[in-house]
């Protein structure tokens, strides 16, 4: 079965640090552009950090609003992609998911995600 499993969530005060993992159940996941989401309450879903999938070499890109602080990472033998949130601060509080980039193209289900709160 196709699913994603998010974890690494919880509660930090503002300038803290959180590692988040997603692990992918789906073969040829290194061959898929992966992309962690957020949504906080009241707002729609933005993708905030993706990379790149087989031969491009782990291509990196970042939403301004996170670059410098977060690091996007992928570890292909463990089908595992990671977050690593560096400088957190209140506006980060969201849940977060992983998938695709796009998303929904080789995940149709997206997961439980993982909730990050960071307080002031």
């Known amino acids: 079965q196709v699913q994603l499993v998010e974890s690494g969530g919880g509660l930090v005060q503002a300038g803290g640090s959180l590692r988040l993992s997603c692990v992918a159940s789906r073969e040829l996941f290194s061959l898929i552009d992966m992309g962690w989401y957020r949504q906080a309450p009241g707002k729609q879903r933005e993708l905030v950090a993706s990379?790149?999938?087989?031969?491009?070499?782990?291509?990196?890109e970042y939403a301004d609003s996170v670059l410098g602080r977060f690091t996007i990472s992928r570890d292909n033998a463990k089908n595992t992609v990671y977050l690593q949130m560096d400088s957190l601060q209140p506006e980060d509080t969201a849940l977060y998911y992983c998938n695709s980039n796009p998303p929904g193209r080789y995940f149709v289900y997206w997961g439980q995600g993982t909730q990050v709160t960071v307080s002031s």
């Open positions: 990379i790149s999938g087989g031969s491009a070499g782990s291509m990196k």
